[in-house]
């Protein structure tokens, strides 16, 4: 069975996930979680995620953010195409 969205992510993000790999070898597997949730359920309507829609971010610019751990992903919805746009990472200090 396909899962019912399908996950693409764009060169900017791909970009900023190749780099952010190389250093965190935990972001594989960060990543394998978020796609998995993302296909069933981005627009969270379970509510079992961790799964924020932006206020004031026109689309394009990624609209929700999941989190998984210390990493940050954000995704527009467009159909049933979900655009990863961004990931990024927490830093261990930002709430210090």
Do not use: W
């Amino acid at each position: 069975m396909t899962p019912p969205f399908t996950v693409i992510g764009t060169s900017h993000f791909q970009r900023a996930f190749d780099k952010l790999s190389r250093h965190h070898p935990t972001m594989a597997a960060a990543y394998g979680r978020v796609i998995s949730i993302l296909e069933a359920d981005p627009y969270n309507y379970s509510r079992s995620h961790d799964i924020k829609k932006l206020e004031g971010i026109p689309k394009g610019y990624g609209q929700y953010r999941i989190r998984a751990g210390r990493f940050r992903f954000r995704y527009d919805i467009e159909g049933e195409i979900v655009y990863l746009k961004v990931c990024s990472l927490r830093r261990e200090d930002t709430y210090r």
